[in-house]
C-alpha cells in the first residue's frame, strides 16, 4: 500500500487539477451542533477534525479592521452584546447558532468613513508574528495546508461593518463610496500579506468570504459585481497568482449567473455550493471543472436522512472527483438536526466514495 498523501500534497494535487489518493476533507459546524455531539459520543477535548480525521490545516490571519474601541456591553446566560473593531455593536446567542444581530453602525455615511479610513494602515502589530515564529515550521514539517485569511468585499462590508440596507442603497445612488470602501479593506489586506510573505512565511492558499447570494440567485447584479467588487476580487487573484499562490472564495447563495466573472476575475477555488440556492454541482463540474476548484454540494438537509445521505454522496463524489478539482465539505454548516452517528455516516460514506 502507498504512502498516504500529505494534506499539502492532497490540496495542491486538487488546485492543479490533478487526482490525489483521496479527496481533501473538511467542515464547518453549528456551536449547538457540537454542543449536541459532546452529549452523544464525540470525546471531550476533541476536535471534530481529529475525530473524523480531516485534512490538517492551519491558518495566518491580520487585522485590517479600522481598530475601533472594544468591549462587552451586557453579558447574560442567553447572550453577549459587544462593540467590535469594525464599530458594530451585535448580539451574539450563546446556545443557538446563526449570523450575530448587528444592532448599530458607526460607519454609516463618507464622513464616517473618513474616520475609519484614517485608522485602516499597516502596521506591525496587525500581524501576530509571535505565532507565526513559534508554529510555522511545524506546519510546515506536519505537511499542513497553509491558508492566509483575507477579509475584504461586498458581503464583509455590509454584513460586518456598514448595514445591509445602507451599502444596498449606495450601490446605486454612490457606487465609488463602496468602491472605496471594499478597495481599502483590500489594500489593508495586501500590504499585511506582503510583510508576512517577505518574511518567509510563504502559504499555499488565501480564502476570503464574499457572500453574493442567497437562496433565489445573486444579491446584486452581474452589473454591480463587475464594476464594483470584480476589480479586487482580480487584483487579489493577481497578487497571489505572482507569487504561485491559489486563491479560494466562500461564497454561499445562488451564484451560478456570476461564475464566469469568478473564472475571469482568476478565483480558483469556489465553496460551499449551497444546495438549496441551485448551485448545481454536475453542472458546474461539467462547465467549469476545468477552471474551477469545488468544494462543498454535500446537501446539509439530507444527513438526518440515511438512504437521502447515502444517494447523495453516491451520485456525488464519483463524477466530482473525476480528474481531481473537488474537495469534500457540506454545503454551508453542519446544523444541530444533523445527529453525531448522522454524521458518523456522512464521513463513512465520504472516505468510501472519496478514494480513488
Known sequence: MSTPMTSHERYRRVFSHQEPDRLPMRDVFWGSTLERWRKEGLPEGVGPGEYFGFDKLAGIHMDNSPRFPTGVVEDTDEYTIYNTQW?????????????????????????????????????????????????FETWRAEGRWIIAGAW???????????????????????????????????????????????????????????????????????????????????????????????????????????????????????????????????????????????EGGIDVRKMPHADQIEEEIRTKLPVLKQGGGYCFHSDHSVPDDVSFQDYCRVIELAKEYGTY
Not at 460551499?272 to 471543472?289: I, S, T
Open 87 to 135: 464599530g458594530v455593536t451585535q448580539r451574539n446567542w450563546k446556545h443557538r447558532s446563526g449570523v450575530p444581530e448587528f444592532m448599530e453602525f458607526r460607519v454609516v455615511d463618507r464622513d464616517s468613513w473618513a474616520e475609519a479610513k484614517e485608522r485602516m494602515v499597516p502596521t506591525e502589530d496587525r500581524v501576530n508574528w509571535k505565532h507565526l515564529e513559534e508554529n
Open 152 to 294: 475584504f468585499g461586498f458581503d464583509v462590508l455590509h454584513s460586518w461593518f456598514v448595514g445591509t440596507e445602507r451599502v444596498m442603497m449606495a450601490l446605486v445612488e454612490d457606487p465609488e463610496w463602496v468602491k472605496d470602501m471594499i478597495d481599502t479593506m483590500l489594500e489593508l489586506d495586501l500590504a499585511l500579506m506582503t510583510m508576512i510573505w517577505d518574511r518567509g512565511y510563504h502559504f499555499d492558499c488565501v480564502q476570503w468570504p464574499d457572500d453574493l447570494g442567497y437562496v433565489n440567485g445573486p444579491l446584486i447584479s452581474p452589473r454591480s459585481y463587475r464594476e464594483v467588487v470584480k476589480p479586487a476580487h482580480a487584483r487579489m487573484c493577481d497578487w497571489c497568482h505572482n507569487r504561485g499562490v491559489f486563491t479560494w472564495l466562500h461564497c454561499c447563495g445562488g451564484v451560478m449567473p456570476l461564475i464566469p466573472d469568478f473564472i475571469d476575475a482568476g478565483i480558483d477555488g469556489l465553496q460551499p455550493l449551497e444546495q438549496k440556492a441551485g448551485m448545481d454541482v454536475f453542472e458546474l463540474k461539467r462547465d467549469h471543472g476545468d477552471d474551477l476548484v469545488l
